[in-house]
């Protein structure tokens, strides 16, 4: 396989010609490489000297200049206090001096100016040591009591240590400023060096290309107007005038216009089967639109009738639930406990009747683009906590706890009606659900939301009811598969609700386990400014 390639390429016209311009490209740039490759090992080699003995040095004579300012505040601080931990610093500084100037020592072995400056350093260095000694034996004596303090007091006036140890620092000094010249020397070197090495791959890129350009020119002449000729029929074709006759060349383009002339034949038939088939599409088309459209009045009629009829059955809904509760409540009526019970049942049957409306007509509201929402910024902390005292009326005689934290008194932006509405579907759902344990309500932020999070202890939701459980008349089956009071619109209007005002409603549930219902509240935006 790898043999019929080969000989193909070499049977090509075309491509021996762009191998030959790509092979003295590639000398040129090789050589370039070449010779810049060298530049660079130099340079490596430069810079590491320059770290591991030049910058090594100067960090060396700079530790030995702060160690010797150690030295002396420390023996100064023992003379005139007497305090051990100034004298061991002294002792630490002085062990410390001996080492580096040891490694400087060595690496100044081949600098006679370098190896003298640092022979006057340490020679001046132990003359300080052997008076410091002197004058520590003196203080020392002092400490036991052998000695007067006046004595000690005409020694440190000779300041005869801090003389030496004065023309020892000037050495080190010296010695760091010759070793900071030589770093900066090299510095430049070592940068000199690589703008050479930059220059000359920059020039051999240059040279490469230069040939690259002309030999391209040459190949273009030969190729560019057999390229320009197919490129016109290309466009002869794509204006759907009548074909030209292929070029007639002996090399890969030759072929490549008598293969685009057989497909132009080709197309042509296809172009015109395709014509009728979009025809056929654009039939088809119109009829679904017209069906679309035909779908979205019936949409519109359907959510104004739900919207007139909830509203027109309202009317006698309220009257009988009024008139129940008129019944019930008047002490003058002597009703019996089965015409009592009627009227409860009456009265109760009225009430859930006037919820499913109230829920029907805020879906066709939601449907019909109707719903409107008033958006204002307040902390929801109250409003949580009076929905939560809401529900536990409908706890009954359950043995269910129901507790409310608020954790977090940041403010939202939302619609306070619509929140409350969305939170007390939610805490009726957590109470239904729960016939023991516990109602868990907290307030906590999540991000750039503000969280209200349900937790309760009831039957929970099967993965197969959550990807369902917001849909409209949707309702969770218990373990008998009798479904529970209600319309099933509650969480779907919630939801709904809750994405209108930015916001979002959650569900985490495992069977026998409990859910978690969370509402997602935007919150307010100088909130999160300043959080």
């Known amino acids: ?59 060396d004579t700079e530790r030995l200049q702060r160690l010797v300012s150690t030295l002396q505040s420390n023996k100064r601080g023992f003379m005139l206090t007497g305090d051990q931990d100034f004298l061991a610093r002294y002792r630490n500084a002085a062990r410390a001096i001996e080492v580096h100037s040891a490694r400087v020592m060595r690496v100044t072995a081949t600098r006679p100016e370098e190896r003298r400056l640092m022979l006057t350093f340490r020679g001046a260095v132990e003359r300080y040591f052997a008076y410091s000694a002197e004058d520590i034996a003196v203080r020392e004596s002092v400490d036991r009591g052998e000695r007067d303090i006046a004595e000690m007091a005409g020694m440190m006036a000779t300041r005869r240590g801090s003389q030496v140890i004065g023309v020892g620092e000037r050495a080190l000094d010296s010695l760091h400023d010759a070793e900071m010249r030589l770093v900066e020397e090299q510095r430049h070197r070592v940068i000199d060096a690589s703008v050479g ?149 009456m009265r109760g049957s009225g009430s859930h009747l006037l919820a499913l409306l109230d829920d029907i007509l805020d879906l066709a509201k939601i449907d019909a683009g109707k719903m409107s929402y008033q ?62 344990g516990e109602v868990r309500v907290r307030v906590e932020r999540d991000g750039d939301s503000l969280v209200v999070r349900i937790a309760d202890t009831g039957m929970g939701i099967s993965h197969r009811d959550q990807s369902a459980l917001f849909e409209d008349f949707h309702q969770v089956r218990s373990g008998d598969a009798r479904p529970f009071g209600g319309t099933g619109l509650g969480l779907a209007l919630s939801r709904r609700m809750a994405r209108a005002m930015g916001g979002d409603v959650t569900v985490e549930s495992e069977p026998r386990r409990g859910s978690t219902f969370s509402l997602h509240l935007t919150r307010a935006t100088d909130e999160a400014d300043h959080a």
């Open 375 to 436: 958006l204002e910024t307040f902390a929801p902390g109250p409003l949580v906590r009076a929905c939560v005292a809401t529900a536990m009326a409908l706890l009954g005689d359950k043995p269910v706890d129901v507790t409310c934290v608020v954790a977090d008194a940041s403010r939202v932006h939302a619609d306070p009606q619509r929140v409350r509405q969305v939170l007390l579907n939610l805490l009726s759902n957590a109470v239904k659900f729960t016939d023991k």
């Open 1 to 59: 396989m790898l043999t019929r390639s080969f000989v193909t390429v070499l049977r090509s016209k075309i491509l021996r010609r762009i191998l030959s311009g790509f092979v003295m490209v590639a000398a040129i740039l090789s050589l370039g490489l070449v010779v810049t490759n060298a530049e660079f090992e130099s340079l490596n080699q430069r810079f590491k000297s320059l770290l591991e003995l030049d910058v090594a040095l100067v960090d």
């Open 197 to 345: 090495s930059r220059r000359i791959a920059v020039a051999s890129m240059v040279l490469g290309l230069l040939v690259a350009v002309i030999y391209g020119i040459r190949v273009s002449r030969d190729i560019g107007g057999a390229l320009t000729d197919l490129q016109l029929a290309i466009g002869a074709m794509a204006r759907r005038e009548e074909l030209q006759a292929p070029l007639y060349r002996d090399d890969e383009i030759g072929e490549v216009s008598r293969s685009f002339h057989a497909m132009g034949l080709q197309l042509q038939q296809y172009a015109a089967e395709l014509g009728e088939r979009v025809r056929e599409q654009q039939r088809t088309l119109d009829e679904l639109r017209e069906a679309n459209d035909a779908l979205a009045r019936a949409m519109r009629v359907k959510s104004d009738f739900l919207a007139t009829m909830s509203h027109e059955l309202r009317t006698p809904l309220n009257a009988v639930i009024g008139l129940s509760d008129l019944l019930l409540g008047s002490p003058s009526e002597q009703l019996s406990q089965r015409a009592r019970d009627a009227l409860m049942t």
